[in-house]
């Protein structure tokens, strides 16, 4: 989820303007390849619905990592 905010951030220093799909596009490249898998088995189309699909996994990979589970 860090990433999201890292990616996001830069993507508004560059171009605050930036439509969502590109925004999204660039987004993705700055996640790991595991939440990368996840994400694109989703269709996202706004960054709202990103953001939200990124808590869901993360939430659900520190409860795995909680309860001994692998990532």
């Known amino acids: 989820m860090e990433n999201f ?11 605050p303007d930036m439509e969502d799909g590109l925004r999204i596009r660039y987004i993705k490249k700055g996640l790991n390849k595991l939440t990368l898998r996840l994400v694109n088995m989703h269709r996202v189309d706004t960054m ?24």
């Open 48 to 71: 709202d619905e990103l953001q939200a699909l990124l808590e869901r996994t993360a939430e659900k990979g520190s409860y795995g990592r909680r309860q001994g589970g692998r990532e």
């Open 5 to 15: 905010y890292i990616m996001e951030n830069l993507v508004n220093q560059v171009d």
